[in-house]
């Protein structure tokens, strides 16, 4: 796993040199429109997609968008189960932008968001060309090109939702003027997702040799398809596709829901897919990441486990059943013990929060192994099997009848008897009464179980229930999506406009 951690920084730094280069007297040799041996980095177009993997991984230079505080916002922030958290003072402007729906075009967030998501995009496409100069065909080309194409699915998915209709750019970029484009309309850019993500399951391994751990795999490409698939309620699809990752027997959820969030938890037989993060002995082999600090608990000393930002709410405390074990895995509440090792948390003065989230908690002794007491080496889940399960539970119920009704039941049982965790009394199995009733199940567990993972304020939008749920906050429909950051328009020089109702 090390090992593969270090090629894909290497790889990532080589692909940042390309992209800083342009910068200097030399951006006007352009390469040419065709590809040789010669362009590739790092040994390979393997070289190219271990930069991708490095991308992601927000301790680096590009992924700020995909884990680090602009990620918490979009991602989080703006639900019911989170809020800006830390000191009241301490990114005041965020707290009004997110939590109380005062978007601002021209925002670090917002506009890093953007950034960092076509940054990424950039180098896949550029890997995709090449491969194509190359015609490469042979299996482990093939396998790379499907790694590029989920990468630039992932990105797009992300941004479709964000901000809905965004520039298509499928091709690889030689001078900035060429990705001056008007917005695609969402249905175009699904149908890139659907493309991508469509060969990516046909192409990328069931599974890889345990020094690539944490490489994609046709399962993460179903899953991440599957979901897209929700999001337009295409039921069915999303239901073939589930059903292919649980019928597979690959996966399989954790016994103990408290364990997932350990290091110990980390690449189980649960995850569909993560983001690798890690550092050595003493610092060494540091290939962090900022998920895990960004929300660390904020105090001194000891305490000083990160900055505090993306707390849960009183509102996120107080939804879960009498008894559900995954709340205290969730939740950590100050003035009382972490009831993991031992530790009593303190009140923290000038820091008003309550509660932290648990799931980024490090381990004392791998704070003593790496020398940080912040978890730069904490993994971010992307995708669990619980995910799966219930998507699979959801999609099966929308697309009713019988045998499906039976099927979503199975499927939520499968989740909430984990998380009773062997207890009696608790938690009882959701029997089927009827669709709305089921569904409604369905959607109060995926908050349970997905709580402070970045899933809630899409799952709310895409269920119509953000109007309702999150109205005190200031949320209108029009908030669904973020304005386009004013300086991608600016760039375009008017190509590009804004969203209609961001006027």
């Known amino acids: 796993m090390n090992k593969f951690k270090k090629i894909v920084t290497g790889a990532l730094f080589s692909v940042l040199l ?47 968008g995909f884990g680090g505080i602009p990620w918490l916002a979009m991602n989080n922030f703006r639900s019911d189960d989170s809020e800006k958290g830390s000191s009241p003072a301490d990114g005041a402007d965020w707290g009004v932008i997110y939590d109380q729906f005062q978007y601002v075009k021209d925002h670090w967030s917002s506009n890093t968001y953007w950034d960092h998501h076509y940054v990424l995009i950039g180098q896949a496409n550029t890997a995709l060309q090449l491969a194509d100069s190359l015609k490469l065909t042979d299996a482990s080309s093939l396998v790379n090109i499907a790694e590029a194409k ?13 901000f809905g209709q965004v520039p298509k750019i499928d091709f690889r970029v030689y001078n900035p003027s060429d990705a001056k484009k008007p917005k695609a309309t969402v249905a175009e850019l699904y149908a890139l997702i659907d493309a991508d993500l469509t060969y990516a399951e046909a192409n990328l391994p069931a599974n890889w040799a345990a020094k690539f751990i944490g490489r994609l795999t046709n399962a993460s490409a179903k899953s991440l398809h599957a979901k897209t698939m929700l999001y337009r309620q295409n039921w069915s699809g999303a239901l073939s596709l589930c059903q292919q990752v649980i019928n597979s027997g690959k996966y399989a959820l954790q016994s103990d829901y408290s364990k997932i969030f350990t290091d110990a938890g980390e690449n189980s037989s649960e995850s569909v897919w993560e983001i690798q993060s890690h ?29 505090g930002w ?34 009593v948390l303190p009140s923290f003065p000038g820091i008003p929060r309550q509660y932290w989230n648990k799931k980024v908690y490090p381990d004392p002794t791998m704070q003593v192994t790496t020398g940080s007491r912040q978890g730069g080496w904490i993994n971010q ?35 909430r008897s984990r998380a009773r965790n062997g207890a009696s009394g608790i938690l009882p199995a959701v029997v089927f009464t009827d669709q709305a009733q089921m ?46 950051p004013q300086p991608a328009i600016d760039f375009s020089g008017g190509i590009l406009v804004q969203n209609p109702e961001w006027p």
């Open 18 to 64: 390309t992209l800083i280069m342009p910068g200097c007297t030399k951006f006007l040799d352009r390469k040419p429109l065709s590809a040789t041996l010669d362009d590739l980095n790092q040994g390979g177009l393997e070289g190219q997609i271990y930069g991708l993997y490095g991308a992601i991984r927000n301790g680096d230079v590009a992924g700020q």
């Open 150 to 162: 989920f990468f630039r699915a992932f990105a797009y998915f992300d941004l479709v939702r964000a």
């Open 279 to 307: 550092i050595g002995s003493n610092g060494s082999d540091n290939y962090f990441s900022w998920y895990a600090i960004a929300q660390g608990v904020r105090g001194a000393g000891e305490w000083d486990l990160g900055w």
């Open 310 to 343: 993306n707390t849960p709410t009183s509102d996120l405390v107080n939804a879960f059943e009498t008894g559900d074990t995954r709340k205290n895995a969730t939740i950590l509440y100050s003035g009382q013990t972490d009831g993991v090792y031992g530790k």
């Open 381 to 415: 889940r992307m995708i669990r099997y619980a995910d799966v399960l219930l998507m699979a539970a959801e999609a099966a119920n929308e697309v009713g009848g019988a045998p499906n009704a039976t099927l979503a039941q199975s499927y939520i049982e499968q989740v």
């Open 439 to 484: 569904r409604t199940a369905i959607q109060n567990e995926r908050r349970y179980e997905l709580a402070m993972e970045g899933e809630r304020f899409y799952d709310l939008v895409r269920w119509g229930l953000a109007p309702t749920v999150l109205s005190s906050l200031g949320y209108q429909n029009k908030h669904r999506y973020y304005p386009i």
